[in-house]
């Protein structure tokens, strides 16, 4: 089902950040996907 | 050493701070990102940012609540940028298990004499080369953390039997992961991948094998494209897969094409990155600065398309990357658009004969050459002078970086680039225009509420919130 495209209501100032443990690893010729692989 | 955290503005001299742009006031940057309504406010040393509307600017930039805003933060954010930059462990080994490809790609960064007819690295070495990093990665991570070994080329299913006799070895151990042309990924191959949960990466430049295969040829001048259908075909369901496309004069004007083909495919994620101007050759196919940008761009917003139509994501993983290192720096998994990069200090890279450089971007400029894993103590390698001259490398060093307000969004890439291309490490690398361009885009994507919508749902999943206004 298309999914509902959020969209921030306009206001004079737009900011966020957010943050989590750093983790960065990869260079960009690669990139590990972290889902993990199905079986099949 | 590592660097102290400078301190944030408004601690550093005797000054009260009260106003941006002087003193110990902010060094606010106003950046015109191209969007009708909004500016960007940037304070380029803690990656602070705000979007403000055009006609509220001045009265923003100098009221109260932006001050107060960022002196809150600033520490805060210094910190983080911090952590970023000179406080991370490596956790990742781009390992080359051979030399030698059967193609011969216009820009690859590995020298053609290697490539035709380099070392393979034995099974057993193979296995003792994974013991050590092993060991290694035991001192440096934590118990619940595993370490990524990808396995890089050169092609590195030409030494199939070596790479899944590690991978059966040490499934347990590590995050296993391989960058291939594809032109050996068979039915066999794929399912010893799949079994053993590994992600698979495979590299294609374009829809059409016109144009793919101007820079995929094998060395009897033959394209491949063929190959790597069949391998995406095969591939369709696996959810740790991925494409790489290299962006050259080539390929420019049919990214779009391509992106389409690649969402077709249902492929999760692909990457488009730009080539690496380290070895004279790839300068004959450079794309222009601003060209690159602009159909980039276009690719960007066609995978936007397809996603409002479909319901279906295509990740642009590079410039998902970007938008991570705005809105959510820490989580940005890429280290190449960050200084210093990730080279020789979040990851490194071993070749077939247990060499051990920064980056698979500088396999085959000896100079860069810091040691070997077989004979050598991996910390010591890491401190000697030419992983130094890598992890060295800083944007405040280097013009116009040390002036520019989105040096920690773009990170001045790359270190192997600018010593080969440009003549020093303290050089920029062989573009800039083409990051300036994703920035400004990714922030008017920000201010028009679109930032999910370019990356994997559930992107923000544990994070917390640091910030909104």
């Given at each position: 089902m298309k999914k509902a495209v959020k969209k921030e209501k306009e206001k004079d100032v737009v900011a966020c950040r957010k943050s989590c443990k750093a983790k960065g690893t990869g260079l960009s010729h690669y990139i590990l996907m972290d889902r993990k692989a199905k079986k099949s | 050493m590592i660097s102290p955290i400078p301190p944030p503005a408004g601690h550093a001299a005797p000054s009260r701070g009260r106003l941006a742009g002087t003193g110990n006031g902010p060094a606010f940057s106003v950046i015109d990102i191209g969007h009708p309504r909004y500016m960007a406010v940037i304070e380029p040393d803690t990656a602070f940012w705000v979007l403000v509307r055009r006609e509220k600017l001045a009265e923003t930039l100098h009221g109260d609540r932006l001050l107060k805003a960022y002196r809150r933060k600033s520490r805060q954010f210094a910190e983080e940028i911090h952590h970023l930059r000179f406080g991370l462990k490596p956790s990742a080994v781009y390992f080359n298990p051979t030399g030698r490809c059967n193609l011969n790609c216009t820009y690859c960064y590995i020298p053609e004499d290697v490539r035709r007819g380099g070392p393979h690295m034995s099974p057993e070495k193979l296995i003792q080369a994974l013991g050590l990093l092993k060991a290694y990665f035991r001192t440096t991570l934590a118990k619940d953390e595993l370490p990524q070994i990808v396995f890089h080329g050169a092609e590195p299913l030409l030494n199939r039997e070596a790479v899944w006799a590690g991978i059966a070895r040490y499934r347990h151990d590590f995050r296993f992961g391989i960058q291939t042309n594809a032109t050996l990924l068979d039915d066999a191959a794929i399912e010893f991948l799949r079994a053993h949960d590994v992600s698979i990466g495979i590299s294609l430049d374009a829809a059409a094998p016109a144009v793919a295969d101007r820079t995929r040829r094998t060395w009897e001048g033959h394209g491949v494209y063929g190959q790597v259908v069949e391998a995406l075909?095969?591939?369709?369901?696996?959810?740790?897969?991925?494409?790489?496309?290299?962006?050259?004069?080539?390929?420019?004007?049919?990214?779009n094409p391509l992106v389409d083909f690649l969402h077709g495919h249902e492929v999760p994620t692909c990457l488009i990155n730009i080539l690496r101007c380290t070895l004279p050759r790839s300068r004959e196919v450079k794309p222009d600065d601003v060209q690159a940008a602009k159909y980039f761009i276009r690719a960007l917003q066609r995978t936007h398309e397809l996603y409002r139509a479909s319901g279906r994501k295509l990740i642009v993983g590079n410039f998902a990357n970007i938008l991570?290192?705005?809105?959510?720096?820490?989580?940005?998994?890429?280290?190449?658009?960050?200084?210093?990069?990730?080279?020789?200090?979040?990851?490194?890279?071993?070749?077939?004969?247990?060499?051990?450089?920064?980056?698979?971007?500088?396999?085959?400029?000896?100079?860069?050459?810091?040691?070997?894993?077989?004979?050598?103590?991996?910390?010591?390698?890491?401190?000697?002078?030419?992983?130094?001259?890598?992890?060295?490398?800083?944007?405040?060093?280097?013009?116009?970086?040390?002036?520019?307000?989105?040096?920690?969004?773009?990170?001045?890439?790359?270190?192997?680039?600018?010593?080969?291309?440009?003549?020093?490490?303290?050089?920029?690398?062989?573009?800039?225009?083409?990051?300036?361009?994703?920035?400004?885009?990714?922030?008017?994507?920000?201010?028009d509420g679109q930032l999910d919508d370019y990356l994997w749902d559930g992107w923000d999943r544990g994070m917390r919130e640091t910030f909104r206004m």
């Open positions: - | 075909e095969r591939l369709k369901g696996y959810p740790a897969w991925s494409v790489i496309a290299t962006l050259s004069t080539e390929n420019l004007r049919h990214l991570l290192a705005i809105a959510a720096p820490t989580a940005r998994v890429l280290m190449c658009d960050i200084s210093p990069c990730g080279g020789g200090r979040c990851f490194f890279a071993v070749a077939p004969d247990g060499d051990m450089f920064p980056c698979s971007e500088f396999i085959g400029l000896d100079r860069f050459r810091g040691g070997n894993l077989f004979r050598d103590d991996i910390p010591a390698v890491l401190e000697t002078e030419p992983f130094k001259l890598v992890t060295g490398r800083k944007v405040e060093d280097i013009v116009p970086c040390n002036r520019c307000a989105i040096r920690h969004f773009c990170g001045s890439p790359c270190p192997a680039e600018a010593h080969e291309m440009n003549g020093s490490m303290h050089c920029t690398g062989a573009f800039c225009e083409f990051y300036e361009e994703q920035v400004r885009f990714a922030f008017r994507l920000i201010a």
